[in-house]
């Protein structure tokens, strides 16, 4: 953190971009355990693998899995929570009204939705739109891991509470954190305010937006 404040650093995000999701060698695919994938499965494999998933409950409950959507080189990624109704009934992250809000904001900084890619801490949604528990959170980190490590995005930007508890730290605190840029290897993080959140509270619109500024500079500043 800038300010030199300490956060406990999850082991999500590998020290290093090119480890995987660990499985002890010479273990074939179909003795993984349930939430393991195949560390060199390529994006469309691991999607593939991502769709078959059955590791925690929330595939029973949901009508399709939403694993992400955008370019595959992107050098900003966006990860929310998990996907809500609408995005359960089209198969494709931030298509409801917090993604409309999204889509404002990307328009004002000639941002294509194409360019970047958008995915989730979960990828199928949790009954009611409630958080997503600890336990679906593990089951699911492996396909979020994987995406890390394929995409190899430079910048990542956490919108929400748990996208920067699970990627960032877990002490980490949106009200308080957001806005400040942290580096973990090669990857710039930035935690800020979900988008449905700026529907509940319109005063975040504007930190929000200075957020998103900041991360158009920084991705001029790597082109
Ligand atoms: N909220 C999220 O966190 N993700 C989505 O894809 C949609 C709404």
């Known amino acids: 953190m800038e300010d030199g404040e300490k956060m406990v650093q999850l082991s999500f995000l590998p020290a290093s971009s090119e480890e995987g999701p660990v499985r002890e060698a010479g273990r074939e695919e179909k003795d993984l355990p349930p939430g ?9 494999s691991l999607k593939e693998a991502c769709l078959r998933c059955q590791a925690c409950g ?67 949604r949790p009954p009611g739109n409630r958080l997503p528990t600890p336990r679906e959170v593990r089951a699911c980190r492996p396909y979020l891991q994987g995406q ?38 090669e990857i710039m993080l930035l935690p800020t305010f979900h988008p449905a959140a700026l529907l509940r509270d319109p005063g975040r619109k504007r930190p929000f937006w200075e957020d998103f500024k900041a991360v158009a500079r920084a991705y001029e500043e790597l082109k």
């Open 148 to 185: 890390i490590r394929l995409i190899k995005p430079r910048i990542i930007v956490c919108l929400g509470a748990l996208a920067g508890q699970n990627l960032i730290g877990p002490q980490l605190r949106i009200t308080r954190h957001r806005g400040r840029w942290v580096q973990r290897g």
């Open 36 to 44: 393991e994938v195949e560390p060199d499965l390529g994006l469309a």
């Open 58 to 124: 929330l595939r029973r409950g949901a009508k399709q899995v939403v694993f992400g959507a955008g370019s595959p080189q992107a050098a900003i990624m966006l990860v929310g929570e998990g996907p809500g109704r609408q995005e359960d009934e089209l198969g494709e992250p931030f298509v409801g009204a917090a993604g409309q809000l999204l889509d404002k904001v990307f328009a004002a900084l000639k941002f294509r939705r194409e360019e970047l890619y958008i995915t989730n801490i979960v990828k199928c």
